[in-house]
């Protein structure tokens, strides 16, 4: 499973989801689904999220050790 810490970064930067998905152009929802590990997200997709919080792609998400 693919976990992430979206939502400390949000926190962190005190953003809303809505405010997230304007700045890398997809839903409100989509962020919703990304914090809650209900969405397999593209590479550009995690580039851009790695580009806006301006952090490692690894730093943001990382696989769980129940394979």
Do not use: C, H
Not at 6 to 31: F, K, P, W, Y
């Amino acid at each position: 499973m693919l976990n992430n810490n979206i939502r400390v970064e949000r926190a962190i930067r005190r953003i809303s989801q809505q405010e997230l998905a304007d700045a890398i152009g997809v839903s409100r929802q989509t962020i919703f689904s990304i914090e809650n590990n209900k969405y397999i997200l593209s590479t550009e997709l995690a580039l851009k999220l790695s580009a806006y919080f301006n952090k490692p792609v690894n730093d943001l998400f990382w696989l769980s050790d129940d394979l």
